[in-house]
């Protein structure tokens, strides 16, 4: 579906991508709108520009009412939790109806494309810990927010949500691992992981899109094939989420006391007695002395704040 776009218009679209305001953003667009060709190769990119626009009017439409000077939303989202997932997707994959009805975030759900147009943070309990899990607006074929594009490349894990429900899902995907992909170059420690949430394995012939999508990508990426509605799939994304977060829960426990498990020190795994430290208080940085118990430590065993933990050792501090 090449469009062959004139320079123009790639010119235009580069200012968008580094346009700092929306007023500026929805006069690009309408630029572009105005010197695309418009034939059967750009139908796509016309109905995207359209909506886009629609998107940018609604949102200042508000102006001196409830959303006069709103700044947009903050590039950065402080991280929380045992990872910070970011979503990704075409419109109407499910990315909002994940995180209504797998978090206690609410996010509007609706068959209206591009409905959601702020980043929404939810968390997402697995066992005793939670990821950080953050919904954010739709892409399409050629636009992505400059913020999304920070979210992104500063994640603990890009999930990239599409919908089993459609045909067109091969080409989504492709504009979602396109992204990824360009952006991996410029996260920091050049390391962008990511996944794909192939969602609604439970509308019409999902199994043969499934089938499709798996010969085309399975080989490339991880795919984990959920249901947000009836939660098919959840468990071994969950798990999923887990083992490739390599992470280590660690659980603290003051001397004399019984361990707590219901609260662990989340730590990349290869951490050590220190960091659990630090993890659980700064003022534990300075202990005088650390035991350990675990499968693979003798019970109560002191150790030094060099060494490795384990998933699931308890750690007693002395200060
Ligand atoms: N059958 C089915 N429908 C779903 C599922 N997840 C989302 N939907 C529907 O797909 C539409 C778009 O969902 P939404 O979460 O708003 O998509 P978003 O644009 O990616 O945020 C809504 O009508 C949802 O009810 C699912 O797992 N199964
Ligand atoms: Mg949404």
């Known amino acids: 579906m090449p469009a062959n776009l004139p320079p123009t218009y790639y010119?235009?679209?580069?200012?968008?991508?580094?346009?700092?305001?929306?007023?500026?953003r929805l006069s690009l667009l309408e630029e572009m709108l105005r010197i695309v060709p418009k034939h059967k190769g750009t139908e796509k990119v016309v109905s995207d520009l359209r909506k886009r626009i629609a998107v940018l009017k609604k949102g200042s439409s508000g102006k001196g009412?409830?959303?006069?000077?709103?700044?947009?939303?903050?590039?950065?989202?402080?991280?929380?939790?045992?990872?910070?997932?970011?979503?990704?997707?075409?419109?109407?994959s499910?990315?909002?109806?994940?995180?209504?009805?797998?978090?206690?975030?609410?996010?509007?759900?609706?068959?209206?494309?591009?409905?959601?147009?702020?980043?929404i943070v939810g968390m997402l309990p697995y066992e005793n810990i939670q990821f950080q899990l953050i919904d954010t607006p739709s892409v399409m074929q050629d636009f992505i927010s400059p913020s999304v594009l920070t979210l992104v490349r500063n994640a603990d894990l890009c999930l990239g949500v599409i919908s089993l429900a459609n045909d067109n899902l091969l080409d989504e995907l492709d504009?979602?691992?396109?992204?990824?992909?360009?952006?991996?170059?410029?996260?920091?420690?050049?390391?962008?992981?990511?996944?794909?949430?192939?969602?609604?394995?439970?509308?019409?012939?999902a199994n043969d899109r499934l089938e499709i999508l798996s010969e085309f990508?399975?080989?490339?990426?991880?795919?984990?094939?959920?249901?947000a509605e009836t939660g098919e799939g959840k468990e071994e994304l969950l798990q999923g989420l887990y083992d490739i977060l390599d992470i280590v829960r660690v659980y603290p426990k003051a001397p004399g006391k019984s361990v707590e498990r219901d609260d662990p020190i989340v730590l990349p795994n290869g951490a050590t007695v220190f960091d659990a430290a630090l993890g659980l208080h700064k003022d534990f940085a300075e202990f005088k002395l650390a035991r350990i118990w675990g499968p693979e430590w003798h019970d109560g065993?002191?150790?030094?704040r060099n060494d490795v933990l384990y998933d699931g050792d308890v750690v007693e501090f002395h200060l």
């Open 175 to 205: 504009i979602v691992l396109s992204v990824f992909n360009e952006q991996r170059g410029e996260a920091d420690g050049d390391e962008l992981g990511y996944i794909v949430v192939a969602n609604q394995i439970d509308a019409p012939d």
């Open 301 to 304: 065993q002191p150790v030094s």
């Open 217 to 227: 990508y399975g080989d490339d990426v991880p795919i984990y094939v959920i249901s």
């Open 94 to 119: 499910g990315k909002s109806q994940i995180l209504a009805n797998w978090t206690k975030a609410k996010s509007e759900v609706s068959p209206t494309p591009y409905t959601t147009t702020m980043p």
């Open 11 to 24: 010119k235009l679209k580069h200012e968008h991508e580094a346009a700092k305001s929306d007023e500026e």
């Open 65 to 92: 009412g409830k959303g006069a000077g709103k700044k947009g939303y903050s590039e950065h989202i402080p991280k929380q939790g045992a990872g910070q997932l970011v979503m990704l997707g075409p419109p109407n």
